[in-house]
Structure formats: C-alpha cells, structure tokens
C-alpha cells in the first residue's frame, strides 16, 4: 500500500514539512530507509541516524524537526503515529471468507459468512467464529468457544473450555487457552485431581503471544480485561484477574488467583505469586517476583544483575554470612566485638 | 449430575448434618452458591464467607461445623472430599468410541474399541492406545508409543520417541514429550549433535499441564514415576527422575540427569542444575534455584522478593559492596578501621 | 547399524586398542554397556564405572586407556568421537520422499522431490522445501517460507513470516517461528499495535527445542547465525541476532534487539535484557540476568544458590537491611556508633 505525505498528515493528524505530494509504500528504520519509505524518531540515541537518514519522510516531534535532513510528519506523539502508518502500509492479511475443505467444522458450529478457517483446523460443537476472523491452519477451537469479531487465531492455537475471546484479539501460535488449572488437593501421600470447572474470558483488543497458556478457572472464570497484551511464553494460571490495557514482557508467570489490576506492566519474566493483588499502574521490572500485594502504584523490582564471575562469587559467599554479619555489626556497636568475626 | 446430600455422604465417608434429601448438582465457591450447589471450607481466611453462604451444603471439618448456617458434609479432609464430590457432580468428557474419519492411523497401530481418537489426529505405525483413552484432535501419537488405559490427551499434543504413557494419564494442549534431550559436544569451536536414543516412561495417574517439555533420555529414558503432577511450561530434561507423586508448578525447570524424590513440591519458577539428587519429601520455594543435592528432606528457599525501586536498588548496590563490608568489618573487629570505607 | 571397531576406528581416526573384527550394534552407558555395545569415557567421575565396565568397546583419551578393561578407541576428544559413532549405529530417521495424501500443500509451494511431508502438514503458498527435508506430521510451513536441504522439523511446528531456515536445521515440536514481536506504542492510556514486518533468518546446523519461540524483527529481521543451538522452552525476541555456534540451555531468554556473539553459552535460565550486546565467547551461568553490555569475554553469573529456608530467611531479611548496615558501619568507622544499630 502506498500513499502521499499529504494523505498521511491528513489521517493521522500530523502536520507536514516537504513535498506533501511524495508517496511512500513502505516503513524502515532511520539507517536503511529510501526515498520511498517512511521512518520515525523518538528515542534521542538515535539523533545521529536521524541527522544521516534518506527517508522519505521521518514521523516525529515538532521539536527534533530541526535535526532532520528530509520531510518531516510531526505529531506529539511520534511512536503511536509510525504504529498507524505502518498498519497502514504493511496491512495486516484479511480474512478470506470461507472454511478450507480440509478443516474440521461441526455441524453446531456457527461460522460467520465473512470469517475465514484455515486448512485442517478444527471448530468444534457450538462454537462461534465472528465475523472477518482468521482461524489459523491447525489451530483447535474448541466446543462452545464463543469468538468476536475480526479476531485473528494464528497456526497450532488450542482454544478449549468454552472460553470467550473478544473482538479484534490476535492470538499467536502455540497458545494455549482454557487448559485445566492446576489444582490438587493432598490425600495421604497422593494427590486428588480437583475438578477445573471455570473457563477463560478475554477481553477485547488482547494480544497473545506465541505458547502462551493462560488456563480455566477453578470454578469461577480466569479472567483477562481488554486491550491486555501478553508476550510469547507467559503463564496465566486459573482464576487470575488481569487488568485492562496491562501488558506483559515474555514469560512473566501469574499464580493462580492473583489479580493485577490496569495499565500495569510487567517486565521480561518477572512473577506474582499466588492470591496476590496488585494495584493499578504498577510497574515491575524485570525479572522480579512479587510476593506480596501492592496497593501503591509504582515501580516494584527484586533481581540482581550478573557479574563477572569473581566478583560476583565473592559477594554471593558473603550474602551467606549477612545474619552473622547483623551480629557482628552489633557487638562492634556494643563496644564489643565478636571473637569469631570471619 | 445431581445428587443427594445423603447420598454424598454415604459414597465419600462423610457425616452429615441437615437435609439429606436435599439435591445438589453443581459446586461453586461460598459467596456464590446457591441452594442447588455444594461448596467447601477448609481455610480459615474465608471464614467470614462460611457463616454468610447459602450453600445447599458445605464440605468442611467437623470443628466448623458451628460456623456453618446450612447443611454440612463433614470430613477430616474437606478439600479432597470437595475434589471428589465436584468430580461426581462435574465429570470430565468420557471417550466416545472411534477414531474420527479425518484422523490418520497407521494400519500397525493397535486402538482399543473404547478410545476416541480426535479429528485430525495422527496415531503413527506401532503406537499403542489403551481402552477409553482419548485422543485430542490435532494429537500426534508417534511411533511405537503406548498410551495406557483411560488416558486424556488433549488437543495438539506431540508425544514421540516411542514414549511411554501410563493408565489414566492427563495431557494438557501442547505438551511435547520425546523431543531430543540437549546433548552437543564441542569440537573445534562447533558442537556435534549427540543422538539421543533414550525413550521417556511416564507412569500411571500422571498429569502434564500446558506447553510442557519432556525430553528424551540420551541413551536411557526419562522417567517421571506414578502420581506426578506438572503444571505449565515446565522444563524436564534429558534423563531426568522424578519420584511418584511429586508436584511442580508451573515454570519450573529439571537440568539433565537430575534426580528429584518423592513426593516433592516444586513452587512456581523452582529449578533443580544438572546431575543434583533431590532426596524424597523436599519442599522447594517459589523461584528457588537449586544448585546443590539435598540429602535432608525439609524447605528450601533461594529467592529475594521484589521491593519498591528505590528501596531496593539502594540495597542491590550494596550487595556488590559485601565482600568489602566483610574486610571492613573485620578491620573494625581489629581495632583497625579500613580508610577507604565507602 | 553395525560396525566392526576396526571401521569405527578408520572412519573416526581413533586408534583402536583390542579386537579389530569385534562387531558393535550399539552405544550405551559404561555401567549398562554389553559386548556388542560401544561406550565412552570423558569424565574422571566415572572412573570406577570405567574400571568395571563390560562394554564392547570404549571410546576414550588415551591416557584414560589403561584403566579400561576392554577394547578402547582412543581420541582426543572422546565426547565428540562418540557423538558420531552413535550417530552411525543410531542413524536418525531419514526422509521418505513424498507428500502424505492428508497434507495440505498449495500449488505455488515447491517441495523437492526427495523431501517428506508428513500427515496433516500444511505447505502454504510459494513456500519452498529443500532436498531430503522432513516436514513432521501436523506442521505448518507459512506462506513464502524457505526451508534449506536436509532440515528435519518435527510434529507441531509452526514457521511463518516468509522465515528462512537453513540447511540440515533440526526443529522440534511446538517451536513457534516467526510470531509478531512483542511490540506496542503508549498512547493514552492504551497501545497501539506496532506492525511486525521483519522476519526470521535461521543458518545452517541451527537447533531449535521444543515449544521454543522466535519472533520476528519489527522492520528489519530476527537472525539466528549458523550452528547456534537452542533448547527448549527459550524466548528469543525481535530483532535479536546471535552468533555463530552459540548455545543456550533450556528457559533462557533475549529480550529485543539484544546482541550475543559467537560461541557463546547461556546456561539454563539465563537472560538478556533488550538493546544490551554481548561480545563473543562468554559463558552467563544458569539463571544470571545480563542488564548491560558485555564487551570481554569471560564467565558472567548473578544467581544466588537454595539454602535451607531457615538460614535462606536470615539472610534475605539482612538484604533489606543492607543500606543500613552500610550506614553503621560508616559510622562505626568514624568512631561513632549509630545508636538504632539493629
């Protein structure tokens, strides 16, 4: 798709500096653009690039115009706008209306006219597929899998436990959604499977990351708000909350029953442990657990950074002696110090 | 299903107080049962949502019983009878005899008459299905595998390597069991694959939660013994032993060759290094990295939680200063106090 | 396969010690090892193990030889000998050329003559399958994928977005190429999808784990050098590139446009945070969080061991104290106390 600068600036609400009849057909970064492709600036580390690029147009703030050698889309917001005009130039695929001759369709099953099922994928009884939805090759929705409009599932998806997937939600491959929780109740040395009766509701607007599972609730719903995005390989356990508009790094875990609430966000594999609650507009970074509920929004951390080898060694060893090194800070106080120090 | 309180008590050992004849039929929690519906109580904290349910009957200690204002269906184990009772009330899919006509099977695999075999399932040469065992749609069953009876595998579930499945098993979507260990040797700054030609043996009543890995032994199998249960996104490497009724949450990990116990809890995100024995009744804590074989059964901790930013980052800075702290406290402990101290 | 020592010794450059004509069908472990099996011997541990072996023959250093009791084929690099010996007697499955009547392969896809693909695969438009490659049961090939000769991808797989896969690759089931990266703009509040349009370039001699994901670059590609080899369940985020004959083990992750070297190790658990470059040759230990470049090559770490949680809880408890202990002992260092020490 191409289009001009001028029809840009007009949909997108920019305002344009140059040769408002250029047209552009594609996005590129700063370094590797060409005349016919937009790029944009918003992180200053990049200034150099920008000063250097041959972009046909560059999307960013009024103020960094100055630094930039070609025409310019300023707009207060630089990065959502390059978001806009690339899903504008690089369209995502639509639907194809129509159900492959090799997939699996129950005969229960309601298929919208205008949705699309790829080859060998299966929808089972009484599911419904919204209308201009994408139902990947392989993919399994299962029965009673309710799906709104203009979802795209992509290849090998496993939808199951009559769960409930909003509009416009895109689901990559490998996720896993409606899976028993994991619940076992102790019984003289074994375990009792306890039944996994809830299902899973999502929002609409969520994204899902490739081999992302997020599983059926216990009994009531696990649920995930609209407009969450989730990275590939996170873990959603059973009758989880999940906030509108949170969104969530690669594989950042969330134990069962614990709620986050909106416009969180969780960085690479950081954790909340079971039956916690976090508050609204926290932000963990990454890799850290939360072992307790937040009720301050903010910013929360818990990881230690890698060292070279030596150095770090020679604090882990120590941090083995921290309760003794309490002590012995003590009795320096105390005037007297302990015989045994190190 | 429905059944009778009197009839629940009867078939689950429990003493019952109230209403037999009453009729139950489905479980829900306490705030949310109606008088048709059966919940339980077993922690304390929800103690003030016992006395206020309308429950129809509630599966408890006979100590709380006082608490209770409706009937009660008392039992030294509450959360195992309720885990009983709501799978009388909610019982899983059963197998529907046949093997779907969209389904590939090998003309040499053995299907019992009772299994389900899923559409567009693959069932390769040699594989054994037990009786009533169900096979998900988009399953594959690689050759020479044995699935015991009255397995569940659910949809797209990869199993290979000749693996075998014990009876009653339970296999989540996207569980990939018998792919190659990781075994590469280094020669000459390239690594040269090492086949794995072991198998992986699960045993009976085990149960693998969503997108799970096991793999292969190198040259014996991978072993996960009776009762195990896994929850999602778990890690089992190459000739890894895992004692019967041993449970991991999810996220967990198990380097090559390590051997885990009985009856062990792995917490969420716990890893056990290669080639370490975890000895039998081992409680790991969330997150805890174990590095080191336990001889002693007990708990064992090894992750710091996560703090608000500021508070923690002043303490993460000084813990790349304890191995100096350790000199200058031993200085101070000498009368001596270090010059360059901070 | 069989072979006599005197051809394994020929074709693998070993010097053989012991009876040239003795025929070995088999590799197996020193203590599980009969006469017609070959073992191997690299690791001092397994010294006694050694000394009582009953194995047809063991491949082993030659100043390791005169502990054997049997035949020995000796080489300097025993590990790597074996790896190939027992990729002779246990030769993987090769492809049978064809195209399963149940596959789904589009008319613009070119699938050479002798590759395999399995039941229920898909091939999707323009996409192009090497010579004597093998595309598992259930796998799906995206539209304007590339695959190179002799790569083996197993059940399950999903490749998209036009990816290119090198020659002899080996991909295990549940692997997810080529998923959007994880990419949104802020904007009041909520995000705006950035779009995906990169792809994922993969060399030659790449392993990939199973339900391992890579995503692909937001404008530019994702790229896996030649040789590199992944375990399971590991995150590989856009615009990542890795070098050469890298490793990593299980549940590692790369965070966004990260930079890792040449022949590099990240041990089980490791991770990368996004825009950070690791330089060439460095080994991060099991579960070390790289939070910034890495410009010499050497050992980095950063975990922290289990202990008992008794001694683990004293210890953390002091972490949160530290800043305050720095503090006192500043104090104490000046000849002043603090008087609220502990």
Redesign the interface.
């Known amino acids: 798709v191409s289009a001009s600068l001028q029809a840009l600036a007009e949909q997108f609400g920019c305002e344009l500096r140059g040769d408002s009849a250029r047209v552009v057909g594609a996005?590129?970064?700063l370094a590797?653009a060409g005349p016919d492709a937009v790029s944009f600036f918003a992180n200053p580390k990049f200034k150099s690039q920008l000063a250097d690029t041959r972009a046909g147009a560059v999307i960013l703030r009024p103020e960094d115009a100055d630094v930039c050698p070609t025409a310019c889309l300023m707009h207060a917001?630089p990065?959502?706008t390059?978001?806009?005009v690339?899903?504008l130039l690089?369209p995502?695929p639509r639907a194809v209306a129509g159900v492959?001759p090799?997939a699996?369709v129950a005969a229960s099953a309601r298929i919208a006219p205008t949705a699309q099922v790829?080859?060998?994928a299966?929808v089972?009884d009484e599911a419904v597929v919204g209308e201009r939805c994408i139902i990947?090759?392989?993919t399994?929705v299962?029965a009673g899998v309710v799906i709104g409009d203009d979802a795209t599932l992509?290849?090998?998806v496993?939808i199951?436990a009559r769960a409930r997937i909003g509009a416009r939600c895109?689901i990559?491959?490998?996720v896993?959604i409606g899976?028993?929780g994991?619940?076992?109740?102790?019984?003289g040395?074994?375990?009792?499977?306890?039944?996994q009766?809830g299902s899973v509701v999502i929002g609409n607007d969520v994204?899902i990351?490739?081999?992302t599972?997020i599983?059926r609730g216990t009994?009531?719903d696990t649920v995930i708000e609209d407009?969450v995005?989730l990275?590939?390989?996170i873990?959603i356990?059973h009758n989880v909350r999940i906030g509108a508009?949170t969104?969530m790094?690669?594989?950042c875990?969330v134990?069962g029953s614990a709620r986050i609430g909106q416009?969180c966000v969780l960085a690479?594999?950081a954790?909340i442990?079971n039956h916690v609650n976090v508050c609204d507009d926290v932000l963990?970074?990454?890799?850290?657990?939360?072992?307790?509920s937040i009720s301050?929004p903010?910013?929360?951390?818990?990881?230690?950074?890698?060292?070279?080898?030596g150095?770090?060694?020679?604090?882990?060893?120590?941090?083995?002696?921290?309760?003794r090194?309490?002590e012995?800070?003590?009795c320096?106080?105390?005037?007297k110090?302990?015989q045994d120090?190190?």
Chains 1, 2, 3 share one sequence.
């Open positions: 996005v590129a970064t590797s917001n990065y959502a390059y978001a806009r690339a899903a690089h995502a492959h090799s699996v790829g080859a060998l299966v089972d990947g090759v392989g399994v299962g992509a290849a090998n496993s199951g895109i990559h491959s490998g896993v899976a028993d994991f619940g076992f109740a102790p019984d040395g074994e375990w009792v499977k306890v039944p009766i994204e990351g490739a081999n599972t599983d009994i009531e407009g995005k990275d590939n390989l873990q356990a508009h969104v790094a690669a594989m875990g134990a416009r690479g594999g954790a442990i963990v970074l990454v890799r850290s657990l939360v072992t307790k301050k903010g910013t929360y951390s818990g990881s230690l950074p890698a060292e070279e080898v150095v770090w060694r020679r604090n882990a060893a120590r941090f083995k002696q921290l309760d090194f309490a012995r800070l003590r320096l106080e105390r005037g110090p302990a120090g190190d």
